[in-house]
């Protein structure tokens, strides 16, 4: 079955760029059908969906993220990587990969980032 698990610092600074992996075990990042996302949780808010690269490396952003937001592959690795620019601490958050495989959503554990001086 597949597996995610999200990797990357835990405290990055104002003005900063976030930079996180998602690596997959359990499954291809290419196999079709499957899309893959980053959402995010900040304290005591609601999930909020950060962009996605479907199986044939399409991406595609939350418009309010869109102008900091960078989703890329690595297919040699089966990873994915998030990359957030100029980040405040507003975007302190538990960041998580996610995969949707038609019914179902498979999720990682999630991380921990604080933005903070």
């Known amino acids: 079955q597949v597996q995610l698990h999200e990797s990357g610092p835990n405290l990055v600074k104002p003005s900063q760029t976030l930079s996180l992996i998602c690596t997959v075990s359990g499954g291809s990042i290419t196999k079709n059908g499957h899309h893959w996302s980053w959402v995010r949780q900040p304290p005591g808010k609601v999930l909020e969906w950060i962009g996605g690269?479907?199986?044939?490396?399409?991406?595609y952003y939350s418009p309010s993220l869109k102008s900091r937001t960078s989703i890329s592959r690595d297919t040699s690795k089966n990873s994915l990587t998030l990359q957030l620019n100029s980040v405040t601490p507003e975007d302190t958050a538990v960041y998580y990969c996610?995969?949707?495989?038609?019914?179902?959503?498979?999720w990682g554990q999630g991380t921990q980032v604080t933005v903070s001086t």
């Open positions: 690269i479907g199986y044939d490396g399409s991406t």
């Open positions: 996610d995969v949707r495989i038609p019914p179902i959503d498979v």
